[in-house]
């Protein structure tokens, strides 16, 4: 079975966000109003942001695309009163929003702050239901969301290959964020196959776990610039 990982190398993004922007047209993601956004209820399940290069805010550093990691050892599965937040056995942290009875203790216990609260039905504001994916399901207010690496995806593949009578094959699976790249700064695939390209970057020497000192380990790994030796 596949343990599902993704390695980002900083050294290839450009910070220009066409992950982001494919992230939220594939998972529904809804678009905040501004008055929301004033208060902190933007959503994005990959979100850029500024690393820090030797412990310093310098201005000049890289952006950062910032996914749920996906970790092993997820503190927010452990404080989920109602196991809506779990791991699966591929390694996936899934949300089951039908359980989730949004009291945001998962979001308190993720060190990365990747989770997000739904104050609303945005959905029904400006149309948003004319470009909906109709793969993925929409989420009502009053439940927590999240990246899950487009495991919608992951079943499609499946699906896809159990049509064509062949074996399902890990490149079968890619992830939105990744597949729109323009710089091919982020590579995803099974991180327990020692010969794919997923598995060989995250033994890079320049390979570097964020916060890893808390025992998480997230199966998101960045590759740092050549000159840089650690992110923030």
Known sequence: MARWGMVIDLDRCTGCAACGTACKAENNIPFVDPEESARDRTINWMDIIPAEEHGEHNGGGPMMPRPCLQCDNPPCIKVCPVY???????????????????????????????????????????????????????????????????????????????????????????????????????????????????????????????????????KVVYLVREHQNEIG
């Open 84 to 218: 809506a937040t779990y791991l699966t056995p591929e390694g996936i942290v899934a949300q089951n929003f039908g359980r989730c009875i949004g009291c945001r203790f998962c979001m308190a216990a993720c060190p990365y702050t990747v989770k997000y609260f739904n104050w609303h039905d945005y959905r029904r504001k400006d149309g948003f239901h004319l470009y909906e994916n109709p793969d993925v399901s929409t989420r009502p207010a009053g439940v927590v969301e999240k990246c899950t690496f487009c495991h919608h995806r992951l079943q499609l593949a499946r699906e896809r290959a159990r049509v064509e009578k062949r074996p399902f094959r890990a490149q079968d699976y890619v992830p939105a964020c990744a597949e729109t790249c323009p710089a091919e700064a982020i590579e995803f695939g099974d991180l327990d196959d020692h010969n794919s390209r997923v598995s060989r970057l995250k033994r890079s020497p320049r390979a570097r776990s964020l916060l890893q000192e808390l025992g998480t380990k997230p």
